[in-house]
């Protein structure tokens, strides 16, 4: 009876995503001013994990979003989950791994699956091989839109999408209220809240609210960090990436037509440091730990082989014959040949910024069009006119990529305290305690785990990539506290990390379990008449604190585990 009631709502949520176009979406109508308890300013994962805790101990939230889609990473920047080797076991939150297997119970009720693949407990719907949960991002849309429903329904949840953050007013460190702007109509509205979630991709609400922040590589008088560079980089920071979803059609031609830009981007030649083996458009690319040339391949036809596979969120076995008509199966391209690092998205203009996005999304579009026409095959020929872009599974853009990039590096605040390499790192941990068998910082202000490998992509510096051995970590809760501001919270990339360690905490569970504390670091404050600043530097108020996250499932500590 209980699945039954699930799948009505999972159904009932997505009818009403699906019809909100057609109803106005919220922002274009109400009150120029609207209260609540938890503002959170941004949807994606940590902002959807931060408005359900807060809903979940009975505040009210209004959540905005830049795109008509919420989920962030998940769906509107279409990137299969990138998690740890133990997701399936421990080291998430409850409320984490209730959005794994919701996901998964979706493609039992709603699809086509085998026998085999609807028995499979830890279904894989694409097998893709970067993630033991590649999945179409409509389907992490579905379920994160029921997961909220019941709360809009009450009444205590309002979505506010294609909204961006425009101004702020403050009273000396507090944050009285938020404007925001409706992308469609252009009107305003003033948020007025207890507390403000910074949940945006670039840590946008932080210069609006004059927070303290940094941004790009910090220096390494800063940080003592091994990796990090002599002199700070503010400019320097990880490629983002403008994803798409392709499908094979054997027999069949879906050439796009050239892109514009096709001729710069085929013979574009990465000058970075250590080298990039050869031109971007080429199978040939670098092995993100050693850094040596590597050729993974590509092959869609079959079982597939190579980048096919990498994140690939639809195999035709997993279905019953026939369903897809004959397809390959589908496959989310985010790669190294469609990382983009010509400019950076932080500490430009916001023209100029529009201006890298604009010319990701031609580097993407050209990437496929070579794959189409150019690329070398295993059979000696050139190109896969058969791969057909599937813009209905990312959202339906004009161009058929995306909604929004994949980002990877934010404004990060300045906390109470900053996680560096001498934390996390492996190498770094061992250097530091002079013993070979080690583990990372132990942080009595624990807030959550996470785990994965400091994984930093090239950058627009001309770095190669920084892919470096990390120890499953915590999240402390220093990171969540600006140095200044009382009622301002990060809520997903944007803590108190630096550029390096930037690079293990903001995959998919990390960012959900950074949004979950910080929603429930509100309302605790709210119920206590409490600061954050306070429960982490008053051990009655941060151990009562804890209790509640675990309460809820939120694991605070790692079993010994050996290094990654």
Request: proline share 8%; charged share 25%.
């Amino acid at each position: 009876m209980r699945r039954r009631r699930f799948n009505r709502q999972l159904a009932g949520a997505y009818l009403t995503y699906l019809l909100a176009p057609l109803r106005g979406n919220g922002p274009e109508m109400g009150a120029r001013e609207l209260s609540c308890d938890v503002a959170i300013v941004g949807g994606g994962l940590g902002g959807c994990a931060a408005a359900l805790a807060a809903l979940r101990a009975g505040r009210s939230v209004v959540l905005t979003e830049p795109t008509d889609w919420i989920g962030g990473q998940l769906t509107s920047q279409a990137v299969p989950p990138d998690e740890h080797p133990w997701i399936e076991q421990f080291g998430c939150n409850a409320s984490y791994r209730r959005l794994r297997n919701a996901i998964r119970a979706y493609y039992r009720d709603h699809y086509p699956l085998t026998a085999s693949a609807h028995r499979n407990l830890h279904l894989n719907p694409g097998n893709g091989n970067v993630s033991r949960l590649c999945h179409e991002p409509k389907v992490a849309l579905a379920v994160l839109t029921a997961m909220l429903a019941p709360y809009a329904s009450a009444g205590r949840l309002l979505v506010l999408h294609e909204c961006d953050p425009v101004g702020a007013e403050l009273d000396g460190d507090r944050i009285r209220s938020v404007a925001v702007r409706c992308r469609r109509s252009g009107d305003e509205r003033s948020l007025v809240a207890s507390y403000f979630l910074d949940a945006t991709e670039l840590g946008e609400l932080l210069p609006l609210v004059g927070a303290e922040f940094v941004m790009g590589a910090e220096s390494r008088a800063e940080t003592q960090e091994p990796h990090a560079p002599a002199t700070a980089q503010p400019l320097n920071q990880q490629a983002f990436t403008v994803c798409f979803a392709v499908e094979h059609r054997p027999g069949e031609d879906h050439t796009i037509d050239r892109p514009a830009a096709y001729p710069f981007w085929r013979d574009y030649v990465p000058r970075l440091v250590p080298p990039w083996p050869d031109k971007l458009l080429s199978w040939e690319t670098t092995q993100p730990i050693t850094r040596e040339p590597v050729n993974l391949g590509f092959d869609p036809s079959g079982a597939g082989k190579g980048f096919w596979v990498y994140r690939r969120i639809q195999d035709p076995r997993n279905f019953v014959p026939g369903s897809y008509g004959g397809s390959d199966g589908v496959t989310l391209v985010n790669w190294p040949q469609n990382d983009y690092w010509l400019g950076p998205l932080v500490g430009v203009s916001a023209e100029e910024a529009e201006r890298h996005i604009e010319r990701a999304r031609q580097l993407s579009l050209s990437l496929l069009y070579w794959m189409q026409t150019e690329a070398p095959r295993p059979d000696g020929g050139t190109g896969w006119p058969g791969l057909r872009l599937r813009g209905d599974l990312v959202g339906e853009t004009p161009d058929g990529l995306a909604k929004a990039p994949y980002v990877r590096e934010s404004r990060r605040i300045r906390a109470e305290l900053t996680i560096v390499e001498d934390h996390v790192g492996t190498e770094a941990r061992r250097r530091r305690t002079g013993r070979e068998e080690v583990e990372a910082e132990r942080f009595e202000d624990s807030v959550g785990v996470g785990s994965y490998r400091i994984d930093l992509h090239p950058s627009t510096g001309g770095d190669n990539y920084i892919d470096i051995s990390s120890l499953p970590f915590q999240i402390p809760l220093g990171a969540l506290i600006p140095v200044r501001l009382e009622n301002l919270l990060p809520a997903c990339k944007n803590i108190g990390t630096t550029h390096i360690t930037n690079g293990c905490y903001r995959l998919h569970p990390v960012e959900w379990a950074i949004g979950e504390a910080a929603g429930a670091l509100a309302a605790f404050c709210l119920e206590r008449r409490t600061i954050p600043r306070a429960v982490r530097n008053q051990p009655k108020q941060r151990t009562e604190f804890q209790a509640a996250l675990r309460a809820q499932g939120v694991e605070l500590d790692w079993p010994r585990l050996s290094p990654r």
